[in-house]
Structures are given as C-alpha cells and as structure tokens.
C-alpha cells in the first residue's frame, strides 16, 4: 500500500496551493482519507477528512472555510486545495487511509501513511 502527497511548495499568506494524494495497492474507493500536518516538536494535527464516496468531509476548526478535501474516485486520487493560507499553516502535510472508512480526526484511526509534502508559508 503507498499512499504519496505532493503539491507542496513556498508560498506567501494569502495565497492558494493544491495538495494532491495518490493512492496504489489498496481497495481505494473502500477507504476513507484523511489529511494531517506536522511541525517539528509538535503533535500530528488533523486537517480534513472525506469518506470513501466523497460525499461526507470533516474539517478541523482551524482550516473551515479556507480549506476543501475531494476525492477523484476515477483516478484514484485526493486533493486539499487550501485557500487564504496563513503562516500558521506552515507544516509537512501527510495523507492517510482506514479502511473502516470513517472521517476521523484521530491518527490512530488510519492504517496507512503517506510521506508527506512540505507547505511553508512567509508572512
């Protein structure tokens, strides 16, 4: 099972970026997929969540209304695009699978991790 982010890169608070989720060698349309982040010395935070038809999402408080989770169940792929990005938002953002398809924001829900991409964001 791989899963593999990408769609990171530098930007300026304001702007927008698109993070893209790649899945292989699972029963993709049978998992939920969660976005998380990560800063060094911190916990891993939930960012948002779609369940496996892409009809229900979950967003943390944090990104409501700036940030969208769907999925591309053709392509087997998922996107974050994030809008009005703040510095706060800087982290490396890892996607993850479970296959009891829910739209948890905890990580101990998802069996599967993504290396992840690096969202840095200057004031």
């Known amino acids: 099972v791989q899963l593999q982010a990408s769609g990171g890169g530098l930007v300026q608070a304001g702007a927008s970026l698109r993070l893209s989720c790649a899945a292989s060698?699972?029963?993709?349309?049978?998992?939920?997929i969660g976005w998380f982040r990560q800063t060094p010395g911190r916990e891993r935070e939930f960012v948002a969540a779609?369940?496996?038809?892409?009809?229900?999402?979950n967003y943390a408080d944090s990104v409501k209304g700036r940030f969208t989770i769907t999925r591309d169940i053709a392509n087997r792929m998922v996107y974050l695009q994030m809008s009005s990005l703040k510095p706060e938002d800087t982290a490396v953002y890892l996607c993850?699978?479970?296959?009891?398809?829910?739209?948890?924001?905890?990580?101990?829900?998802?069996?599967?991790w993504g290396q992840g991409t690096l969202v840095t964001v200057s004031s």
């Open positions: 060698g699972l029963i993709f349309n049978s998992h939920a």
């Open positions: 779609i369940n496996k038809t892409g009809v229900r999402k």
């Open positions: 993850a699978a479970n296959r009891r398809g829910l739209i948890s924001g905890s990580p101990e829900v998802y069996d599967f």
